[in-house]
Nanobody
Framework: QVQLVESGGGLVQAGGSLRLSCAAS????????MGWFRQAPGKEREFVSA????????YYADSVKGRFTISRDNAKNTVYLQMNSLKPEDTAVYYC??????????????????????WGQGTQVTVSS
């Protein structure tokens, strides 16, 4: 079992930065891949970024590549999403997600697919012009 709690969302002007945090509890946190997804009003939930359990592989949606950085601190059971150069199009509810990492290379599709087992409650990010 894994429980996830996001924090760090808020209101920021275009061009600004925010860092989201996702605190996880569970006896095998270090063996879980972690992902960030977002859902804007009137749109479907979309993949943002993901990181495998050993943090040697990271994945980003084209829309955020070069602006967002995902990282994790397994000692603190926390995953982060550093968001720079924010745009109004980034406005959405951001969700942290977790699922077991198989420990072998499965390709990027495994980490970008929304079939994660555990989800946080979401944190609102609003970017104004």
């Amino acid at each position: 079992q894994v429980q996830l709690v996001e924090s760090g969302g808020g209101l920021v002007q275009a061009g600004g930065s925010l860092r989201l945090s996702c605190a996880a509890s569970g006896r095998t946190f270090s063996n879980y891949a972690m992902g960030w997804f977002r859902q804007a009003p009137g749109k479907e939930r979309e993949f943002v970024s993901a990181i495998n359990w050993s943090a040697d592989n990271t994945y980003y949606a084209d829309s955020v590549k070069g602006r967002f950085t995902i990282s994790r601190d397994n000692a603190k059971n926390t995953v982060y999403l550093q968001m720079n150069s924010l745009k109004p199009e980034d406005t959405a509810v951001y969700y942290c997600a977790a699922k077991r990492d198989p420990g072998i290379f499965r390709g990027s599709n495994y980490y970008t697919d929304p079939s994660y087992a555990y989800w946080g409650q979401g944190t609102q990010v609003t970017v104004s012009s």
